[in-house]
Every structure is written in C-alpha cells, then in structure tokens.
C-alpha cells in the first residue's frame, strides 16, 4: 500500500472512532476520541509492534540460538533487498506467521513453532519470504496501525454500555440514546473488521506474489499455505481467539471461527490463493512439484 491508501486508512479509522465517541458522548465525547485517536495513532507508529510481540509471548532470536532459521531469514532478505529483520519464534502449535513494524529498517518476523514443526524447509523459506514482502511492501504498519485502532473501536464501544445516555448533547451523554448506543456496540466493531478484511484481501495476493518471486519457486509457497489452512482449524492460537483484531497480521487467519469475531474473513480463501500461485508457477515455467525427498526435509531447527 502506498502513502497516500495507509493516511486514508487511518483517516478512515480515526472517523469511527470519533464516531463512536460522539454516539457515547456527543461531541465531547467526539472531541475526546479525536484526542484519544491521534495518540493511539502515535503510538501506534512508535510502539505497537512491540506490544504485538509482547502479545504473543514472541522470543527473539539469533544466529546462535535458532542458526538454520536465522540463515534462511537473511538469505531471503538479501533476496527481497531489505535489511535483516528482527527474528522472533512464538511457542504455539498452530502453524503460522507474522511481520511487523513500521518500516523495512525496524521490522520484524514472527515464526509459530508449529509452522518448523509441520512444513518442509523450503515451505518455512517460502512462508518467511511472504512475510518479507509484507515488509518490502511497508504492509507492516498499517497492518499494525489497524489492529491497534481496532481493538480499541471495539472496546471503546463496550465501554459504552457502562454510560447512561442523555437526549441533551450539552449533558455529555449520547445524542442517540439507549438505541443509538447498542447499535454502535454492535456495528461499530463491525465496521473495523470489514476495513481490516479489506486491508488483508489486497495485501495478501501481492505479498504472496512477491514471495514467490523472492524465494524462487511459487509451489513453495502454494503446498505451505495448503497446510497451514488445514492445520488452522484443527489447532486453536488461543492468543489469536484472544485478540481476534490481530488475526489479519497472519499469513493465514489464525483464528477457528468459533467467536463472533470470526465472522467474516480477513483473508481471502486459501484455495484462490494457492490457485493464483500455481498460475503463476505456469508462467514462471516452475514445476508443480515442491522439491526432491532430500531437499525437503524439516529442520532441525537451531
């Protein structure tokens, strides 16, 4: 996404926010939301993949504790042409991953146990170079800026609940009242998954096309997501059902559909994006296969 989407985006979201202010509290509880929304947004900038990471229980690690999987992550980042990125591994069995950060020169990568575990060095190679394009393609920030802001739309609108409303605006109270409020409650959370499933749709098919590119072999990539999406069903991030407005940060939606929140996708189907892949692999004149026995063996992951 360029400059100009990421600063709609987030003009986008600072307005549901402020709208969900002023359905609480009219338009001191607007103004309020504005205030509240331009530190947020700052914070967001500065802090929030840390608090992503934090989130997570993520370890970082580095070319003497995990030395295959940090030698893979360098080599696909001189592919991609961008700095090394900081490594983390996240004990969780469901495989997946993520990236973060606000740009390619403070970013990081995050690789679930599970994901080394499950799938074959050059899915893992394939996996981490999709996340590197997220990072070449500055999806990073907006990534993070949007679960950030989203979280705090949904609990800024359960917070609402707790507010007796007022018909008179002066009072501070909800120009809508008690109406007005549950209706917020329930579309304003709402309203930020459908931007974030917006974000996610788009950013996937490039950063997935990129990958490809980057670590030479689209079948890779397309056999990796084939299992992950199995496996996501099947292995519950509680983490990720925990905090469900992080869940489009993921190569794969992490979450098993078993909350509200999952009521819409914010990623495409896997099996469109695992057929774009192998169309790709067509033009590109690569093989439907992944890789010889011997060159696709797991680990051990150092």
Same mark, same amino acid.
């Given at each position: 996404?360029?400059?100009?989407?990421?600063?709609?985006?987030?003009?986008?979201?600072?307005?549901?926010?402020? #709208?969900?202010? %002023?359905?609480?509290?009219?338009?001191?509880?607007?103004?309020?939301?504005?205030?509240?929304?331009?530190?947020?947004?700052?914070?967001?900038?500065?802090?929030?993949?840390?608090?992503?990471?934090?989130? %997570?229980?993520?370890?970082?690690?580095?070319?003497?504790?995990?030395?295959?999987?940090?030698?893979?992550?360098?080599?696909?980042?001189?592919?991609?042409?961008?700095?090394?990125?900081?490594? %983390?591994?996240?004990?969780?069995?469901?495989?997946?991953?993520? #990236?973060?950060?606000?740009?390619?020169?403070?970013?990081?990568? #995050?690789?679930?146990?599970?994901?080394? #575990?499950?799938?074959?060095?050059?899915?893992?190679?394939?996996?981490?170079?999709?996340?590197?394009?997220?990072?070449?393609?500055?999806?990073?920030?907006?990534?993070?800026?949007?679960?950030?802001?989203?979280?705090?739309?949904?609990?800024?609108?359960?917070?609402?609940?707790?507010?007796?409303?007022?018909?008179?605006?002066?009072?501070?109270?909800?120009?809508?009242?008690?109406?007005?409020?549950?209706?917020?409650?329930?579309?304003?959370?709402?309203?930020?998954?459908?931007?974030?499933?917006?974000?996610?749709?788009?950013?996937? %098919?490039?950063?997935?096309?990129?990958?490809?590119?980057?670590?030479?072999?689209?079948?890779?990539?397309?056999?990796?997501?084939?299992?992950?999406?199995?496996?996501?069903?099947?292995?519950?991030?509680?983490?990720?059902?925990?905090?469900?407005?992080?869940?489009?940060?993921?190569?794969?939606?992490?979450?098993?559909?078993?909350?509200?929140?999952?009521?819409?996708?914010?990623?495409?189907?896997?099996?469109?994006?695992?057929?774009?892949?192998?169309?790709?692999?067509?033009?590109?004149?690569?093989?439907?296969?992944?890789?010889?026995?011997?060159?696709?063996?797991?680990?051990?992951?150092?």
């Amino acid at each position: 996404m360029n400059i100009g989407k990421t600063a709609l985006l987030l003009a986008a979201m600072t307005a549901l926010f402020m #709208a969900v202010g %002023y359905a609480i509290g009219g338009q001191a509880g607007m103004l309020m939301a504005l205030v509240a929304a331009a530190g947020m947004n700052l914070f967001s900038w500065w802090g929030s993949d840390q608090m992503v990471l934090r989130m %997570y229980n993520a370890q970082e690690v580095d070319a003497t504790s995990a030395p295959e999987l940090w030698q893979m992550t360098a080599q696909m980042a001189q592919r991609a042409g961008i700095p090394m990125p900081r490594l %983390y591994i996240i004990h969780e069995d469901q495989p997946n991953a993520f #990236a973060t950060g606000r740009d390619p020169q403070n970013a990081a990568v #995050a690789v679930n146990t599970g994901l080394m #575990a499950m799938l074959s060095r050059e899915e893992v190679a394939a996996v981490i170079a999709h996340e590197l394009a997220h990072i070449r393609n500055r999806d990073t920030l907006i990534m993070t800026v949007t679960a950030t802001i989203a979280g705090a739309i949904s609990m800024l609108a359960n917070f609402g609940m707790w507010f007796q409303p007022s018909s008179n605006d002066r009072q501070g109270g909800s120009p809508f009242g008690w109406l007005g409020t549950i209706l917020m409650v329930i579309l304003a959370p709402m309203a930020a998954m459908v931007v974030q499933m917006t974000i996610s749709r788009t950013r996937e %098919y490039a950063a997935d096309r990129l990958g490809a590119e980057i670590c030479g072999n689209p079948m890779w990539l397309a056999t990796g997501l084939q299992k992950i999406a199995g496996m996501a069903q099947s292995l519950p991030n509680m983490e990720a059902e925990r905090h469900p407005a992080t869940a489009h940060m993921f190569i794969v939606n992490p979450l098993t559909g078993q909350g509200m929140d999952n009521l819409f996708s914010t990623h495409p189907n896997p099996e469109n994006r695992i057929a774009a892949l192998v169309e790709l692999a067509r033009t590109m004149g690569v093989g439907n296969t992944v890789a010889s026995p011997a060159g696709s063996r797991r680990g051990p992951w150092g």
